[in-house]
């Protein structure tokens, strides 16, 4: 499985630079480790966006960028070798191999950070840092006022804060060649296992066994952790959209809702199918799924370079609101149901979300105050959705319960789109062609 090489965050580095004036200081943090109980750690995952300035895994590290007039500089501030402290917890990278390894210019243990940072922002025109970090704001703040008070020695303190986020946010929503690969082969192993659960699938299951079998799946072929938690809801479940408690047996007639993604690599992959239980929709439920698979092919055909977001969702809306009146599950006319968002109680969620390094990944879904035009390089998922409330007694009993999405990883080409998970059956006679065999 190909990664992606180091070289591609020193270009990641020189861009982002590249859109700051000579002066700027960039200061970005690793994800905190956080304690789980006692002296015992959560699971470590780095946060994305450091992850996408600096290819570091590891906790108690800070990346700083000076774009100086003799050229950029990067520097790498880590944990130093420990023999004892990597015989207990783990290797670590070190400051003598973390330049090459990490190809930055310089590397120094992090607990110099504060004091090398008042030289380094000594004379900057501008810092820039992510305003949602708790670490960095502290730093900048404490270092900034070093500065002040040493004013007198002739040292000069910038005068302009800037977000890091918005700027990294733009450049992760664009994928590079190399991200659409990594995220391509994060969608195989998701893809994989969602087939091995409709194969495995059988009544009388926990949803916890179901689960189990997709995240065998995603761990065999070299998948870190799940992008997110899993949802397998069977039944009524499936109408609470993050349900995740995974803990009910799998009903005969049911159909069951799987939720679930690989992580590769920091990148996530999001697919949602719903199938039956026993492998054979009933009519009631063919009908519902029938809908939504129209809502979600009537969204997909929209997918070009220059459509915008909101045009998937109400291509989405119009299908769902025209199906769920046909079979009276609404009334009145296609364009009232519309105007009056009556729907929602069926529909209540959005069409998708951007896609990357997190599963609802950052940047902007509208500009200036518009819906966003599509460009290549984006990755979306569409997911049109029908959930039909088991308690509400106004409606007939055989659609009660049914909740069905259907939901598939998307990257915006320049010809219009390509479906990155589109090898998982999706038709009701593909599903239970599989489920047969
Ligand atoms: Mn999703």
């Known amino acids: 499985m190909t990664k992606i090489a180091t070289i591609e965050y020193v270009q990641r580095r020189a861009a982002l630079l590249q859109q700051l004036p000579v002066g700027a200081v960039v200061v970005i943090h690793c994800a905190a480790a956080q304690i789980r109980n006692g002296d015992v750690e ?42 004892l402290q990597e015989i207990w917890h783990g290797r670590r990278l070190g400051v003598d191999a973390a330049p090459e390894a990490l190809m930055v210019d310089e590397a120094y243990v ?4 504060p004091q090398q940072l008042v030289e380094l922002l000594d004379g900057a025109t501008q810092v820039v840092y ?69 194969r495995q699938c059988k009544v009388g299951m926990y949803e916890y066994q179901l689960a189990a079998e997709l995240h065998h799946q995603f761990s065999v072929q070299g998948s870190q952790r799940v992008a997110y938690g899993s ?25 069951v809702l799987i939720d679930a993604g690989c992580e ?44 915008v977001y909101t045009d998937m969702q109400d291509a989405a809306v119009t299908v769902m609101v025209q199906g769920l009146i046909n079979i009276g599950l609404l009334s009145g006319t296609l364009e009232a149901n519309i105007e009056d968002q009556s729907y929602r109680q ?17 940047g902007a879904y509208k500009a200036g105050g518009e819906s966003r035009p599509l460009l290549p390089g984006m990755i979306t998922t569409v997911e049109p959705g029908i ?29 219009g789109y390509r479906n990155l998970t589109g090898d998982l059956p999706v038709s009701v006679a593909d599903i239970e062609r599989l489920m047969a065999s």
């Open 346 to 362: 069926f529909y209540m969620h959005n069409i998708g979300h951007w896609l990357g390094m997190d599963v609802h990944d950052v």
């Open 130 to 198: 992510r305003f949602s970090q708790d670490e960095s704001i502290e730093l900048v703040q404490q270092s900034l006022v070093k500065l002040r008070r040493l004013s007198r020695q002739g040292k000069v303190c910038p005068t302009q804060l800037v977000d890091l986020d918005p700027v990294l946010d733009a450049m992760r929503l664009i994928k590079s060649v190399a991200e659409i690969e990594q995220m391509t082969q994060a969608c195989n192993i998701s893809v994989a296992a969602h087939k091995r659960a409709m």
């Open 231 to 255: 949802i397998v809801a069977g039944g009524d479940n499936a109408c609470i959209l993050h349900y995740t408690n995974n803990d009910q047996r799998l009903q005969d007639g049911d159909l």
């Open 387 to 415: 959930y039909i409330d088991p308690e509400d007694m106004t409606i007939a009993s055989q659609w009660r319960g049914i909740g069905v999405r259907i939901e598939d990883n998307i990257l915006v080409t320049e010809a």
């Open 264 to 307: 590769l690599d920091h990148y996530a992959s999001d697919i949602t199918r719903t199938f039956p239980v026993n492998g054979h929709f009933s009519e009631p439920q063919k009908i519902i799924y029938q809908i939504v698979l129209a809502a979600h092919e009537a969204a997909l055909a929209c997918i070009k370079p220059g459509a």
């Open 42 to 83: 959560q699971d470590y995952r780095q946060n994305s966006s450091f992850y996408y300035l600096s290819g570091m895994v590891e906790p108690h590290t800070t990346l700083v960028l000076v774009n100086s007039v003799d050229g950029p500089r990067s520097i790498i501030f880590c944990r130093s070798k420990d023999k």
């Open 110 to 113: 992090s607990e110099t950070l």
